[in-house]
């Protein structure tokens, strides 16, 4: 329920309008005023981290440089790079003494990545994010035809991240509900045929959630041949939308999908526009690096781990964050005319991959697209024990022969592994459970590499 809106609130509704003014044209200002506006919040955000952050003041001292010394986003590479682990072993450190704690948004993240981290945000941050929302709200509106009331169907896990920044939204600030869509909540541990009769019942032009759950519901239905209402766009984030299910809803069902980056160390990274080139950047929020091992900055078209800078959270720090996730910079702008930079692929974590003998690594989408392949499969699961041990889950449509899909899974195991020597226990499940975020994690490796 909507609180009357308190003259806090009002301030901070006040605040966001603002915000908001300038967001239909802030995607498209000229590329040099967009990198000026970064590189601004750049060196605001380092003076004020070494001002108030312990492990900033602590780093910059050790490595003698000054808050001067840092005038664009390309100098945050002078800083060093900061682990999922760092955060998570001592979230505190990164904490900036100018903010009282119980003035701030606690979120926490799920652990999918290994992790479980505390990440504080102050109001200001919150509703600058929220008011960026309305660059994919934008892009939205040109598959839906309006900007707001349409209907909606959300799959997400309630006490996930967006809940906790909504309601703390509306906690502190006030919109109109008119402004909002009619949304239709739906749990990922929902059982398909239950989540196939809310889609049906509540008929939502926009399906949004965690990638990997819209598209085994959606395979689903089409294996089984159950009708399943099609929206005008599907919008996934929070996980990777497996590519066979992505080409099977918009080729078999002829739905647009598109895909937004966010975590919970940064709300607004990037967002797919219309045209689907690749994923444009929030970079008045949030700089995005692409580096190689040593954590040096790599050129675009070249595939490296995500680096990021939150610019604009100045309550939880985080410069140079390694986000565990691969992605790539794209040589060339979208034709879409937005002038924001464009992260051309983002592969998902670099923890989600098939390890091979010789420290190489397979990832997901490789061996995942040769056992959907197989006729009947219709979720599958990688726990990888050893370089050379496998054990996976299966879960199969009705009306096909187990012995005979063992053998063709057997094969595309082959193929995907090139040969390789491997031992895999196939294990034939009617589900498969989602990890206590909601998440579904496709690849679960606990080998060493070699």
């Not at 005038?71 to 060093?80: E, F, G, I, V």
């Not at 790079?81 to 948004?105: C, T």
């Not at 709200?137 to 009331?149: K, N, T």
Request: glycine fraction near 8%.
């Amino acid at each position: 329920m909507r609180k009357f809106p308190t003259p806090s609130r009002l301030y901070w509704a006040a605040r966001t309008a603002a915000y908001v003014a300038a967001e239909h044209r802030i995607p498209y200002l000229p590329r040099e005023k967009l990198l000026q506006l970064r590189d601004a919040r750049a060196r605001r955000i380092v003076k004020h981290a070494y001002e108030t952050v312990p492990f900033y003041r602590r780093e910059m001292d050790q490595r003698r440089l000054k808050p001067g010394d840092i005038r664009s986003s390309k100098d945050l590479a002078q800083l060093p790079v900061i682990s999922g682990q760092d955060l998570a072993e001592d979230p505190l450190q990164f904490v900036s003494s100018a903010y009282p704690k119980d003035r701030l948004l606690e979120l926490t993240t799920s652990g999918s990545s290994g992790h479980s981290k505390h990440v504080f945000w102050d109001k200001a941050a919150i509703f600058r994010a929220h008011a960026t929302g309305l660059r994919h709200r934008d892009v939205l509106s040109e598959f839906v035809g309006r900007r707001s009331g349409y209907r909606m169907v959300r799959i997400h896990r309630g006490g996930g991240t967006g809940h906790e920044v909504q309601a703390f939204h509306q906690a502190h600030s006030w919109v109109p509900a008119i402004a909002d869509p009619l949304t239709v909540n739906l749990s990922p541990r929902e059982p398909f045929a239950e989540a196939v009769q809310v889609i049906n019942d509540h008929e939502p032009v926009v399906i949004r959630g965690f990638g990997a759950c819209i598209g085994a519901i959606y395979r689903w239905a089409w294996a089984g041949g159950h009708r399943i209402f099609r929206p005008k766009v599907i919008c996934y984030g929070g996980e990777h939308m497996p590519q066979h299910d992505r080409e099977l809803i918009e080729s078999e069902y002829g739905i647009p999908v598109i895909t937004s980056y966010q975590a919970c160390e940064a709300l607004r990274i990037a967002f797919q526009c219309e045209r689907a080139e690749g994923l444009h950047i929030s970079v008045d929020q949030t700089d995005v690096r692409i580096a190689d091992s040593d954590g040096a900055t790599l050129p675009p078209g070249e595939t490296g781990r995500v680096l990021i800078s939150n610019l604009v959270n100045r309550a939880t720090v985080l410069l140079n964050y390694d986000l565990g996730d691969l992605g790539t910079m794209a040589v060339s702008a979208c034709s879409c005319g937005r002038t924001l930079p464009v992260l051309d692929r983002l592969e998902g974590r670099a923890d989600d991959m098939v390890k091979l003998p010789g420290g190489e690594a397979a990832h997901e989408s490789v061996v995942l697209s040769r056992l959907y392949g197989v006729p009947g499969v219709m979720r599958i699961q990688i726990i990888q024990t050893s370089i050379e041990d496998f054990r996976i889950k299966v879960v199969r449509s009705e009306g096909h022969d187990w012995n005979r899909m063992q053998n063709e899974l057997t094969i595309a195991m082959e193929n995907a592994l090139e040969g390789r020597p491997f031992r895999v226990q196939w294990e034939p499940v009617d589900h498969i459970d989602e990890e206590p975020s909601g998440k579904f994690k496709s690849v679960i490796s606990l080998a060493e590499a070699t």
